[in-house]
Antibody, heavy 122, light 107 residues
C-alpha cells in the first residue's frame, strides 16, 4: 500500500523558516517524481514544487521561487521542502504527492499524503 | 501559465441525479487533464487521468471526456458518498494548475 506521511508543519513567524518532510513507503520511491501541493484554509489547490526521480529537474511556482527548495533522499525514501522567508500567504496545508506517468509520458498526481499544516503568523 | 476554469463553482443535486462538471483550459492541453475528489478534512483523491482514464478502484459511474481546451467530468448516478468538491488539473505544462473547484451539495 502506498503511504506518504508528512511532518514538520507548525506555527512560524513571518520571515522564519521551516522544513517539511515526507516519508514514503509501499512503492519504489527512487522511480517516481514527487511534488508538493498546498491548500490555504478554505481555498483551492495550488501546485508548489516538483522534483524528478533523480533530482535532475526541479520546478517551482513563481510565488515561492528563491524561497523554497525541494530535495529528496532516495536512500531513505524521503522528500523534503525547505521553506525560508515565510509569508502569511504561505499559510496552508502542504501535501506530499507522488507523480505517475501516463501513456503520453506526462506526469500526473496519483497518491497524496494526509498533509501537514503550516501557519505563518506573529 | 495555463488557466483552468471550472463550472459551475457549486451545484445542488439529489441521489440518482446525473451530474456534469466542465473545465476549460486557456490553451490546448492535449488531454493532460486529471480530476480529483476532495472531502472536508481529507486529501484529494485521483479519479480520472489523461482526460478519460479511470483510476483503479474508482467506481464506473465516474467518467471523463474532452480534448483540446474543453473537458467534462460526469457522475452518471450520484451516490451519497459523492457529495464533495471536485477539481480539474492540467499537467501539460509547468506550473501545473488547478481549477477553482466545484462543490457538489445535496439538494
Amino acid at each position: 500500500e502506498v503511504q506518504l506521511v508528512e511532518s514538520g508543519g507548525g506555527l512560524v513567524q513571518p520571515g522564519g523558516s521551516l522544513r517539511l518532510s515526507c516519508a514514503a513507503s509501499g512503492f519504489i520511491f527512487s522511480r517516481h517524481s514527487m511534488n508538493w501541493v498546498r491548500q490555504a484554509p478554505g481555498k483551492g489547490l495550488e501546485w508548489v514544487s516538483y522534483i524528478s526521480y533523480s533530482s535532475s529537474n526541479k520546478y517551482y511556482t513563481d510565488s515561492v521561487k528563491g524561497r523554497f527548495t525541494i530535495f529528496r533522499d532516495n536512500a531513505n525514501n524521503s522528500l523534503y521542502l525547505q521553506m525560508n522567508s515565510l509569508r502569511g500567504e504561505d499559510t496552508a496545508i502542504y501535501y506530499c504527492v507522488r507523480a505517475q506517468y501516463d501513456a503520453n509520458g506526462e506526469s500526473y498526481l496519483d497518491y497524496w499524503g494526509q498533509g501537514t499544516l503550516v501557519t505563518v503568523s506573529s | 501559465d495555463i488557466q483552468m476554469t471550472q463550472s459551475p463553482s457549486s451545484l445542488s443535486a439529489s441521489v440518482g441525479d446525473r451530474v456534469t462538471i466542465t473545465c476549460r483550459a486557456s490553451q490546448d492541453i492535449k488531454i493532460s487533464l486529471a480530476w480529483y475528489q476532495q472531502k472536508p478534512g481529507k486529501a484529494p483523491k485521483l479519479l480520472i487521468y489523461t482526460a478519460s482514464r479511470l483510476e483503479s478502484g474508482v467506481p464506473s459511474r465516474f467518467s471523463g471526456s474532452g480534448s483540446g481546451t474543453d473537458y467534462t467530468l460526469t457522475i452518471s448516478s450520484l451516490q451519497p458518498d459523492d457529495f464533495a468538491t471536485y477539481y480539474c488539473q492540467q499537467y501539460y505544462r509547468s506550473p501545473w494548475t488547478f481549477g477553482q473547484g466545484t462543490k457538489v451539495e445535496t439538494k
